[in-house]
């Protein structure tokens, strides 16, 4: 980043300028320490009467930083290292600072200039006006059911997905084609999937033995999640 105050031409003759010219910065912890590399260009013997920092509490009333304003070059036409700023403390906390050139720049000399060009600026904020964050253990109230019941003995079968609380029901009346969440009552049909083949939901069959092979209603719950879930079935008739 930089910054510069310079002449202007104005038909022939070379005009010059009076400026002010800044960047501003805040932050609600403020800061405490600066460090700043940078290099200085003059064009002629004429410097702006202001180029550094400033800091300021309120935003409105600034002061200047210990170490600033930016000393004229010493030599003109090149650019020359400033001055070394590392690590210097303000003294207290500001939340304003502000880079600024402030002045003039001569009349009846052609091209002169006065820059300031800044390879690094570091900021220290005050580490105790920071918030923190302070973590705690998680805790654990819900549970993503993916399961799917079938009964073995028809071939029928039905899949859930649904997010719910611990320790509550999710209650599937296959006669009736409907599902309800029992910690508020609301209907949750969206999360059952039937069986794509069958195309309907589990029914109840009488008990029947074929060749000595019984066709009854055992009910398979699987979801490997799951763990000391209560399932209940209830056969209606």
């Known amino acids: 980043m930089g910054m510069w105050i310079s002449a202007f031409q104005q038909g022939t003759t070379w005009r010059g300028e009076n400026a002010q010219v800044q960047w501003s910065m805040y932050n609600g912890a403020g800061f405490t320490t600066f460090t700043v590399a940078d290099a200085l260009y003059r064009y002629s013997t004429d410097w702006p009467g202001f180029m550094g920092l400033q800091y300021s509490g309120d935003g409105a009333h ?9 000393a004229t070059p010493a030599g003109s ?3 020359t290292a400033g001055a070394a700023h590392s690590s210097v403390a303000l003294g207290a906390t500001y939340r304003y600072l502000r880079f600024i050139a402030l002045g003039s720049i001569a009349s009846n000399i052609s091209n002169d200039v006065g820059r300031d060009r800044d390879h690094e600026r570091t900021l220290v904020r005050d580490s105790a006006k920071i918030p923190q964050l302070a973590y705690t253990s998680s805790s654990i109230g819900a549970y993503h059911l993916q399961c799917t019941i079938t009964n073995n003995g028809t071939g029928d079968n039905f899949a859930i997905d649904f997010v719910m609380q611990l320790n509550e ?14 910690a508020n009552g609301s209907n949750a049909i969206g999360v ?6 069958r195309n309907y939901w589990i029914t109840i069959e009488p008990i029947a033995a074929n060749n000595g ?12 999640g799951t763990a000391g879930g209560d399932y209940y079935h209830q056969l209606v008739r």
């Open 62 to 70: 600034f002061s200047n930083a210990t170490g600033f304003p930016e």
């Open 77 to 79: 036409k090149s650019w």
């Open 169 to 182: 029901t999710l209650q599937v009346d296959c006669l009736n084609k409907n599902v309800t969440y029992s």
């Open 192 to 197: 059952l999937t039937p069986n794509a083949k």
């Open 213 to 224: 092979v019984t066709n009854g209603n055992v009910f398979q719950f699987d979801d490997t």
